[in-house]
């Protein structure tokens, strides 16, 4: 292909950028069944940049049935809650937020008054909800309060399965990464095992890296494409910094020590990308796996009919057989990052900070020159 690219949405194979592995039907999270993406996204006037992303790791119906889970941070400078239950117990239940960093609180009452106007009998005791943030400072009023609990309960009623919106959406409306316009990104792979396809599925909120970082399947694209860097002069903080929250989800059934080594795979995906983890990010990477439905008793372990259960039982893929899952997580992770990359357009915001997209024409034609795409 000649000439301009196509108008966004536009993803990063289509820019003939090279990834190993086998995408699903729609290369994105939601090729996991069951799992549900959903936006508020907020920009008005010239300083809000921001919104909420919600994850519904069974759909919006099944917030009652624990998922196995595990954590993994290759930088704690940062926010998501509910980790300690999901340190204790390897589970986790209801849906995961995802915002900006000073909204954190507000979004976890959000998924709370949520919970209590859909599934009131799973409020009558306690929630513990899984909300995690990345900083849109630089382009969003941060300290604002435009996020409220409605725009938290709309991003989780607009939940959906299918193709998923990426780059300047939900949470990721105002983040930067690699000083070009970041944001919300996702990918998946297929991964067979003893003759079932299983889906594995990665979303980001990508808020991080230096320019001079940026490697897409291992072309040193921040290094080539170095005009137009007004980040560069952004004196609050030092390059590299901000933050990249992902969430992995597959329907393999996984143990939860299983989930935690999956998370930890996302840091390989992301160096992929050229990062080398600053002290001023925040990277905080939550797996989980809906392979078990029903089998893990919510709550204080009753039966319907009023006993406690005797047992819970897990199935679960032989930890000798991860492997695939691993380079799974890797090549999705990576793709997840280009992808919010490739759907950032330009944007400006507070005190008319302007954080650039991709040129997208530009990185494709070095791939076409390497041989390569279009």
């Known amino acids: 292909m000649n000439g301009a690219l196509p108008a966004s949405p536009v993803r990063a194979r289509d820019l003939g950028i090279p990834f190993d592995g086998r995408p699903g039907q729609w290369n994105a999270i939601t090729d996991v069944p069951g799992v549900e993406v959903g936006y508020q996204t907020l920009i008005r006037g010239d300083a809000v940049r921001t919104g909420v992303t919600a994850i519904h790791p069974r759909g919006a119906a099944g917030a009652g049935d624990p998922v196995t889970a595990g954590f993994f941070a290759q930088n704690g400078n940062g926010e998501m809650t509910g980790l300690s239950w999901i340190e204790e117990s390897g589970t986790f239940s209801g849906p995961v937020g995802i915002t900006n960093t000073h909204a954190v609180g507000v979004v976890h009452a959000g998924i709370v008054a949520w919970t209590v106007r859909h599934h009131p009998h799973l409020a009558q005791v306690w929630l513990l909800p899984v909300v995690a943030e990345t900083w849109d400072g630089y382009l969003n009023d941060i300290n604002g309060q435009h996020v409220t609990q409605e725009t938290a ?100 059934p996984l143990l939860p020590g299983q989930c935690k080594a999956l998370a930890r795979r996302v840091t390989l995906g992301l160096a992929r990308t050229g990062t080398t983890g600053s002290h001023f990010s925040g990277d905080l990477f939550l797996a989980f796996s809906t392979g078990n439905p029903g089998a893990i008793t919510a709550g204080a372990g009753r039966r319907a009919g009023g006993g406690t259960a005797d047992y819970d039982m897990l199935r679960f893929v032989p930890w000798g057989a991860l492997d695939p899952f691993y380079a799974a997580v890797v090549q999705a992770t990576e793709e997840a990052v280009a992808n919010a990359l490739v759907a950032g357009e330009d944007m400006t915001g507070r005190d008319g900070h302007r954080s650039p997209g991709l040129p997208r024409d530009q990185v494709a034609s070095l791939f076409r020159e390497r041989g390569y795409g279009l």
Request: glycine share 16%; with cysteine.
């Open 153 to 252: 309960i709309a991003a989780l009623e607009a939940a959906a399965t299918g193709p998923v919106a990426e780059g300047s959406v939900g949470g990721g409306t105002g983040m930067s990464c690699y000083h070009f316009k970041g944001g919300s990104g996702t990918s998946s792979r297929l991964v067979s095992h003893a003759g079932t396809d299983y889906a594995l599925g990665v979303f980001v909120q990508a808020n991080f890296g230096s320019r001079a970082e940026l490697t897409l399947a291992g072309l040193p694209v921040g290094r080539l494409v170095t005009a137009d860097d007004p980040m560069a002069t952004f004196s609050l903080a030092p390059e590299g910094s901000g933050s990249v929250i992902a969430v992995v989800g597959t329907n393999a």
